[in-house]
C-alpha cells in the first residue's frame, strides 16, 4: 500500500517559533509537494520538489521555506511562526508525470495552530 | 486568473440517488490531466478518478464517472446511487502541462457534499 505520512497530525505552536513539518514517502516518488488548506480557498502551493535537493516556489511561499536531503523525505520550515500561518499542511507525492496519469498521493494532513 | 471553478459551496443528495458535481477549468495547453479527489472530515485526500485531455471517452471508477466536455471545458463529476459515506469534500483539479515534473496541480475551492438517509 502505498504511503505518504506526516510527523504530526496536530500542533500548537507560539508566534515567533521556528516550526518544521516533516514528509515522509515510501513510493520512491521524485516530486514532492507542500499545500495549506483554508476554509473557502481550497488548496495553495507552498512549495514543491522535483527531485532530492531541488526546490521549486508555489503560489504562496513567503514566509515558508523548505528542505530535501533524501528522496524520501520532504520538510516544511516556517521560519518565525506567525498566526496567519494557522492552517491544514497537507504533503503529497507523486512519480515524475510521463504520459499516464501519474496522481498525487497525499498524507493525512497536519493542523497546526499559532498562538 | 482562476484555472478551475467550482461554483457549488455545497450540495445535499438523498441515499442512493445520483449526484453532479459541477467543474470547469481554463487552459491554454492541449495537453492536460483532470483530477477529482475526496476529502472526508479525517482530512486525507483520496484520489478517486482521472480524466486526460487526449482521452476519447469519459472516465469512469465504480460508482464515479467524469462528464467530460471538451469544448465547454467542463469535467463534471457524477455519483451514481449516492452512500452515506460519500459525505465528503470534493475538489476538481487540474494538471498542466502533462509530461513535466515541474507541472502542478491546481486545485478548485472544493464542495461539499451531505447525503441524507
Known amino acids: 500500500d502505498v504511503k505518504v505520512t506526516q510527523s504530526s497530525r496536530y500542533l500548537v505552536k507560539r508566534t515567533g517559533e521556528k516550526v518544521f513539518l516533516e514528509c515522509v514517502q515510501d513510493?520512491?516518488?521524485?516530486?514532492m509537494f507542500w499545500y495549506r488548506q483554508d476554509p473557502g480557498l481550497g488548496l495553495r502551493l507552498i512549495y514543491f520538489?522535483?527531485?532530492?535537493?531541488?526546490?521549486e516556489k508555489g503560489d504562496i511561499p513567503e514566509g515558508y521555506s523548505v528542505s530535501r536531503e533524501k528522496k524520501e523525505r520532504f520538510s516544511l520550515i516556517l521560519e518565525s511562526a506567525s498566526t496567519n500561518q494557522t492552517s491544514m499542511y497537507l504533503c503529497?507525492?507523486?512519480?515524475?508525470?510521463?504520459?499516464?496519469?501519474?496522481?498525487?498521493?497525499f498524507g493525512p494532513g497536519t493542523r497546526l495552530t499559532v498562538l | 486568473a482562476q484555472k478551475i471553478t467550482q461554483t457549488q459551496p455545497g450540495m445535499f443528495v438523498q441515499e442512493k440517488e445520483a449526484v453532479t458535481l459541477d467543474c470547469t477549468y481554463d487552459?491554454?495547453?492541449?495537453?492536460?490531466?483532470l483530477f477529482w479527489y475526496k476529502q472526508p472530515s479525517s482530512g486525507e485526500m483520496i484520489f478517486l478518478i482521472y480524466?486526460?485531455?487526449?482521452?476519447?471517452q469519459n472516465a469512469t471508477e465504480g460508482r464515479y464517472s467524469l462528464n467530460f466536455q471538451k469544448a465547454r471545458k467542463s469535467a463534471n463529476l457524477v455519483i451514481s446511487a449516492s452512500q452515506l459515506g460519500d459525505s465528503a469534500m470534493y475538489f476538481c483539479?487540474?494538471?498542466?502541462?502533462?509530461?513535466?515534473?515541474?507541472?502542478?496541480?491546481?486545485f478548485g475551492k472544493g464542495t461539499m457534499l451531505l447525503v441524507s438517509p
Open positions: 480524466q486526460g485531455s487526449y482521452d476519447q
Open positions: 487552459t491554454s495547453d492541449p495537453s492536460y490531466g
Open positions: 520538489s522535483y527531485d532530492v535537493k531541488m526546490k
Open positions: 483539479a487540474m494538471r498542466d502541462p502533462m509530461n513535466s515534473g515541474y507541472s502542478t496541480l491546481t
Open positions: 503529497a507525492s507523486r512519480h515524475t508525470p510521463r504520459g499516464a496519469r501519474n496522481e498525487q498521493f
Open positions: 513510493m520512491d516518488h521524485e516530486n
